[in-house]
């Protein structure tokens, strides 16, 4: 199941200024493990300033399986199996790194198998497919953050652990929980330090994942650029791996 539209492309129409985050959740969650939670390098997880480091940088591809309208909701995990990851992703104005409430932040990635809803299969598993695990978003608060809870994601062939994500401005949460209009100022993907993959791919759900896992450094999208390139700032929610992990990065788009 390889993302083969998932190439790099040069800057595009839109260009996002992307900076460290500074705002860890606190939700800890999840079973104890006898694994000792491994924390980022220090130069991954420092907290800074967003004005202080912005830096411009480009867009990253869509890929094949994205779906159109899903549901506005701060978990999206449906009851998937997998290591927490609650997510904090802030949004700022690249013009002046001003928070920008009330945009939609968007998110969709695989599960522990590799799997990715609606698209069940392509990773060689048969489990129950309604299209919308693991998919979702919601609207950022006035300090410009967004917080949704999901799972470490797992992989699937060709490419190493990545979650999707857009940002939109101007949409219409429609009475069934969805979303329509606006304008999509972003695209992009967030990535995982190597050290913590490593950990999670040794516990279960994830180790029966079969697939040749590629790690960050092989994959043909992520391009070592840190931060700047989508690297989540990644913080420990307990003493094990299964305990789970905070996730956070503040992006900057031209809205």
């Given at each position: 199941m390889t993302d083969t539209?998932?190439?790099?492309?040069?800057?595009?129409?839109?260009t996002v200024l992307v900076a460290t985050g500074a705002t860890a959740a606190t939700l800890a969650v999840g079973a104890a493990a006898s694994t000792e939670a491994p924390t980022a390098k220090a130069a991954d997880t420092a907290p800074v300033?967003?004005?202080?480091?912005?830096?411009?940088?480009?867009?990253?591809t869509e890929g094949p399986y994205y779906l159109d309208g899903q549901y506005v909701r701060a978990d999206i995990t449906e009851g998937?199996?997998?290591?927490?990851?609650?997510?904090?992703?802030?949004?700022?104005?690249?013009?002046?790194?001003?928070?920008?409430?009330?945009?939609?932040v968007e998110i969709w990635h695989c599960?522990?198998?590799?799997?990715?809803?609606g698209y069940v299969g392509n990773n060689g598993h048969s489990e129950p497919d309604d299209g919308t695990f693991l998919r979702g978003g919601v609207?950022?608060?006035?300090?410009?953050?967004a917080a949704i809870t999901t799972i470490y994601p797992g992989w699937y062939r060709g490419r190493c652990i990545h979650i999707h994500v857009k940002v939109h401005t101007g949409v219409t949460v429609t009475s069934d929980g969805h979303f329509t209009g606006g304008q999509e100022v972003h695209t992009g993907q967030l990535f995982f330090d190597e050290t913590?993959?490593?950990a999670v791919a040794r516990i279960s759900p994830y180790s029966t994942n079969t697939v040749t896992r590629t790690t960050l450094a092989q994959d043909s999208i992520y391009d070592d650029g840190g931060a700047a390139s989508g690297l989540l700032t990644l913080t420990a929610l307990g003493s094990s791996t299964s305990s789970g992990y905070a996730g956070t990065?503040?992006?900057g788009v031209d809205s």
């Open positions: 539209s998932e190439t790099r492309s040069p800057i595009g129409r839109r300033a967003a004005a202080a480091v912005c830096t411009l940088t480009k867009e990253m998937k199996a997998g290591i927490p990851l609650k997510l904090t992703l802030t949004v700022v104005d690249a013009a002046s790194c001003a928070p920008l409430a009330n945009a939609l599960d522990a198998l590799g799997e990715y809803s609207l950022t608060n006035s300090s410009g953050a913590i993959t490593t990065l503040t992006l």
